[in-house]
C-alpha cells in the first residue's frame, strides 16, 4: 500500500528560519551528518564516529542520553543543566565551522540513533556546525523544540516535513523512488511552528501513513510467524507520539527475532532467491 498524496495538495513554501547570512554560499558548499550513535544502536565513543579526540563526563553522557527521553520536560532540563556545564566551563563548544546538515530526521518519525529534535540541535552544536534543518517523515510534530533549541544553542535552523506523493502525469515513470512509478519523494520546508493553522493536511498524512504501516505489518506477519508483532504492543512503543514508520516496523522484528531465537545457529535461514 503505497502513501500517495495528489501533488498539488502538499504546500511547498520557500522560507527558512533564522538562515540569513552576509555570506550567500557559506551554507550550499559543506555538509556533514549527525552520526553518533546513542540509542538503537550500540554506543561508541565521539571520537570514534567523527574522527573528534576528547572525553565525556558520566554527568555529560548521562544528559545527553536524557535529551533522548520521551518526556519532552526532562529533554528541555538535561538541555538547560548541560549549558549550565558550558556556562561553568566544564563543557567546551567549539567556533561554528562551514559544515551544516538540512535534512535530519528525529525520533517524531525516525532517527537510527533515538536521536529527538534537541540532541540534534546539542550534537550539531558540539560538532561545531553552523545550520541545521529538521524534515521529519508525514508530522511536523518536532518544529517548536527543534527551532526553540536551535534558537538557544546559537545555531541558524530550519525545518520542514518530507513526505511521498503520486504525480499521475508520471504515473508510468519512475522518478525518484525506486521501482515505484508515479511516486515522488517531496519536500515542504519553511515551517516555523508545530501549530498549522489548518492541520487537516497534517492529520491527513499522518492517518496515510499508519495506516501502510498497519498493513503492512498484517502482511509480515503471515510471512514470519512465529516472528509475528502486535503493532500497538511491540512498535508503538519505540515512538514519542504515534507516528510508527516502515524503520520502527524492522527494528521490532529484528528484537522479537532475537528474543525468540536468542541462539543465532538455532535461528531458520530465509529464502535464497
Known amino acids: 500500500v503505497h502513501h500517495v498524496h495528489h501533488v498539488h495538495h502538499v504546500h511547498h513554501v520557500h522560507h527558512v528560519h533564522q538562515m540569513k547570512s552576509h ?25 570514534e564516529t567523527t574522527g573528534i579526540p576528547y572525553t565525556m563526563s558520566d554527568q555529560r553522557l548521562a544528559l545527553e542520553a536524557q535529551l533522548n527521553d520521551f518526556d519532552a520536560d526532562k529533554r528541555e532540563a538535561a538541555l538547560d543543566e548541560l549549558l549550565d556545564l558550558v556556562a561553568e566551563g566544564e563543557i567546551e563548544l567549539p567556533e561554528p565551522t562551514k559544515a551544516f546538515n538540512l ?26 556546525l553552523s545550520a541545521l534543518s529538521i524534515v521529519d517523515f508525514d508530522v511536523v510534530d ?109 527494528v521490532s522484528y529484528v528484537a522479537k527475532a532475537e528474543a525468540l531465537y536468542p541462539d543465532a545457529s538455532g535461528r531458520p535461514s530465509g529464502p535464497t532467491s
Open 103 to 128: 535534512h535530519c530526521h528525529s525520533f517524531f518519525s525516525f532517527n537510527g540513533y533515538g536521536y529527538s529534535p534537541t540532541s540534534l540541535a546539542w550534537l550539531a552544536r558540539c560538532q561545531g
Open 23 to 47: 555570506h550567500p554560499t557559506r551554507y550550499n558548499t559543506y555538509s556533514t551528518p549527525l552520526n553518533t550513535p546513542m540509542t538503537l544502536y550500540p554506543a561508541k565513543s565521539r571520537s
Open 142 to 250: 518536532g518544529v517548536d523544540e527543534f527551532l526553540g533549541a536551535c534558537k538557544v544553542l546559537g545555531i541558524r535552523a530550519g525545518a520542514g516535513m518530507e513526505t511521498r506523493i503520486y504525480i499521475p502525469e508520471f504515473g508510468d515513470r519512475v522518478i525518484n523512488s525506486p521501482g515505484e512509478p508515479g511516486i515522488c519523494y517531496h519536500m515542504a520546508s519553511g515551517l516555523t511552528t508545530t501549530q498549522v493553522k489548518d492541520d487537516s493536511l497534517v492529520r491527513e498524512l499522518k492517518s496515510i501513513s499508519q495506516g501502510r504501516t498497519r498493513g503492512l505489518v498484517e502482511r509480515v506477519n503471515t510471512f514470519l510467524d512465529p516472528v509475528i508483532l502486535d503493532f500497538e504492543g511491540d512498535v508503538m512503543p519505540l515512538t514519542p507520539n504515534g507516528n510508527a514508520t516502515e524503520r520502527h516496523v524492522c
